[in-house]
């Protein structure tokens, strides 16, 4: 049997990280078990879901580095679901209800003044005949709910029966289906919910695992039902934790909170994303993993907590400085040509900022400040433009290499008398305009004698 998994958000909106955790589970779990990964859009609802948003996803996964196998789209799969909707009546386990949204607040208000659970009391079931006419003579279309097992043969018998499994991310789990209503699987207007184009795609599909968020742990119950009244083995099932904003909010597509496209924007890395968005709220600890492969070597489904994982943006910006600290420069040179940083001195460059960098991009001010000296030229005191000139005379002759800095320095400090920051400072200051960078040590061969004394004050 191969492992196969799926992704499969609703195409109306850009996901945000809460989305990638679930699609990285996934990936990471097929890629531990040389498993495939199909993504599917849930599209059902045509009024919402767009093209644009199902390639926006699409090219956010491949940023984070998922590449799924299959894509599928469940809005040109209908014949299929029509189908299993067939089959399912002529099981007697889908019936037409003909209640208004109104009635059946009416009676779920009426059940909680006698104590009992707001569910539906399956009524519609005990409908005659002539009861039926009347209201397709009225005009009213039926909505199909999903008959959940009994215990007993009697379907009006409040007596259900309990679903269990054993959960890949929180061991044993049980769902008793007496606390829920029979699901609606078709609309008034003939549209799907949720629960069967998801089921009948899982058994089409092939699919071995569904892995997704905490939240659907109540719907796998009622789904392993229904892959059960369509003569199907349930996957595996396992529920992860969910991410909510570091003030605890939960996420949302909506308001576009922590989003792919948005985090991709401001420059952060993508194993950034995915190392933080994996890592957090298991008992891993949360560190930058710079390749998949690694991080999929990190990936236990159980070592998930139960609780909700809080995802700090600002945890975020420290891995993201230590990817860039430690990536080598063939991995960055395409993106630095892009900055407009290339040519010999492109490497050396590279291994004397990046450990100043809290996003690559800012690798072009380096560049400019080598190339142009300091956007403003800074300011210094009469005593320490006496210094810096008295330094620059001692500045040694060509050729230069990594020991420049030191021979200068070693000579300013000779003459002068200064030490410490009293003597690194202005230099700093003078060759840069800034008071905290890269080793001056690297620096300065590349800016080389001529370009050095181009900054003397």
């Known amino acids: 049997m191969t492992v196969t998994v799926r992704f499969a958000p609703s195409p109306t909106g850009r996901i945000h990280i809460g989305n990638a955790r679930t699609a990285l589970f996934n990936w990471l779990f097929a890629m531990n078990n040389k498993g495939r990964f199909i993504q599917r859009f849930d599209d059902t609802d045509v009024a919402r879901s767009t093209q644009e948003f199902s390639d926006a996803i699409l090219y956010d996964l491949h940023w984070l580095g998922i590449f799924p196998d299959a894509t599928e789209y469940q809005s040109r799969r209908f014949e299929v679901y029509d189908a299993a909707v067939e089959r399912l009546k002529a099981a007697s386990v889908l019936y037409a209800c003909y209640e208004t949204p109104e009635e059946l607040d009416l009676r779920r208000k009426v059940r909680r003044t006698r104590s009992l659970p707001p569910v539906y009391g399956r009524e519609a079931l005990t409908l005659t005949p002539q009861q039926v006419a009347e209201y397709q003579a009225d005009g009213r279309r039926p909505h199909w709910r999903f008959l959940l097992p009994n215990f007993t043969s009697d379907p009006l018998q409040p007596e259900r029966t309990e679903i269990h499994w054993n959960d890949l991310v929180r061991g044993e789990e049980t769902v008793d289906l007496a606390s829920l209503s029979d699901p609606v699987l078709l609309r008034e ?168 960098l809290d996003r690559l991009a800012d690798a072009a001010n380096w560049w400019r400040i080598l190339g142009e000296g300091p956007k403003e030229p800074p300011e210094f005191s009469g005593e320490d433009r006496d210094f810096l000139r008295q330094a620059f005379d001692l500045l040694p002759e060509e050729p230069w290499n990594g020991t420049i800095w030191k021979e200068w320095t070693g000579k300013v400090r000779e003459a002068t008398g200064r030490k410490g920051k009293a003597l690194f400072m202005p230099l700093r200051l003078a060759l840069t305009g800034l008071s905290s960078g890269p080793e001056l040590a690297d620096l300065l061969p590349l800016l080389g004698r001529e370009g050095t004394l181009a900054r003397r004050p």
Do not use: C
């Open 189 to 356: 207007d003939g549209t799907y919910l949720y629960t069967l184009p998801s089921v009948v795609d899982d058994i089409e599909m092939g699919v071995t695992h569904v892995i997704r968020g905490d939240d659907h742990v109540t719907n796998s119950g009622v789904q392993i039902a229904l892959f059960q009244a369509l003569g199907a083995q349930p996957p595996v099932f396992g529920h992860h934790n969910l991410l909510t904003t570091a003030s605890g909010e939960g996420l949302s597509k909506r308001t576009g909170a922590l989003s792919i496209e948005s985090l991709r924007e401001t420059g952060i890395e993508p194993m950034a994303v995915a190392s933080l968005a994996v890592l957090v709220g298991t008992s891993e600890n949360v560190a930058a993993v710079s390749t998949m492969s690694e991080l999929a070597a990190r990936f236990d489904p159980a070592a998930t907590s139960k609780s909700a994982a809080k995802f700090d943006p600002d945890e975020l910006l420290v891995l993201n400085r230590t990817l860039l600290h430690h990536m080598p420069f063939s991995e960055a040179r395409d993106r630095l040509i892009v900055l407009g940083i290339s040519g010999d001195k492109a490497e050396p460059f590279w291994l004397a900022v990046r450990g100043n």
